[in-house]
């Protein structure tokens, strides 16, 4: 098993390009998750889904959208990136009361 | 809402030393406990995790972890450090809600010197 994988590992982006992030899981968890990491503020939560076909927003949703097509993957999308949006990018998918979380994605916004 | 305080932001220790990293949450119902580890450049690894029954919490690498309710507090130990524990450690609150979120602390990063 792999996991949970994201990709890719490392973009930049200039202000007001989009790009879309995608999280695979192979483990077939319901609950998936998009969490951004910030120097001295941990992981904040941008959007969950509990099944396909299913997203919700978390503590930090705006300009982020995600969707959830198949089970196994959830995509982060940023329609009009802000410098502001410069972050480490962690997905999650949950097991029996556990989640489990992908390498990351270290994005940049000029 | 709950929340996770952690209150120390950077520990130093000599390796073979102890070491106790401090966690204190705030929620109204039994939360649900977890200590994650972040090397560098990488995810997050599971710990150790607290549900319910022995307030005492035997985890990966050595660790554990002790729930102390009239604390509020899940704090991580450590009887000896080794140099490959140099990492920044999460602490990490949850409940059984529909979807199961977690709330973190901002992180603890530890030094280990040699």
């Not at chain 1, 982020?64 to 998918?93: D, H, I, M």
């Not at chain 2, 999460?90 to 530890?110: D, E, H, N």
């Amino acid at each position: 098993n792999a996991g949970v994988t994201q990709t890719p590992k490392f973009r930049v982006l200039k202000t007001g390009q989009s790009m879309t992030l995608l999280c695979a899981q192979d483990m077939n968890h319901e609950y998936m998750y998009w969490y951004r990491q910030d120097p001295g503020m941990g992981l904040r939560l941008i959007h969950y889904s509990v099944g396909e076909g299913t997203t919700a927003k978390g503590e930090v949703p705006d300009g982020y959208n995600v969707s959830r097509l198949k089970k196994q993957n959830f995509l982060l999308g940023l329609e009009s990136a802000a410098p502001s949006q410069t972050s480490v990018y962690f997905c999650a998918s949950k097991g029996y009361n556990e989640q489990f979380f992908g390498p990351g994605t270290r994005l940049t916004v000029l | 809402a709950q929340s996770v305080t952690q209150p120390d932001i950077h520990i130093t220790v000599s390796e073979g030393a102890s070491l106790e990293l401090r966690c204190n949450y705030s929620y109204g119902a039994t939360p649900y406990l977890f200590w994650y580890v972040q090397s560098p450049g990488q995810g997050l690894q599971l710990l150790l995790k607290y549900f319910s029954g022995d307030t005492l919490v035997q985890g990966i690498k050595g660790f554990e972890a002790e729930f102390k309710r009239s604390q509020s507090s899940f704090n991580l130990r450590k009887p000896s450090v080794h140099w490959s524990d140099a990492a920044e450690y999460f602490c990490a609150v949850g409940y059984t809600g529909t979807a199961s979120k977690l709330t973190f602390g901002t992180g603890t990063r530890l030094q280990v010197t040699l």
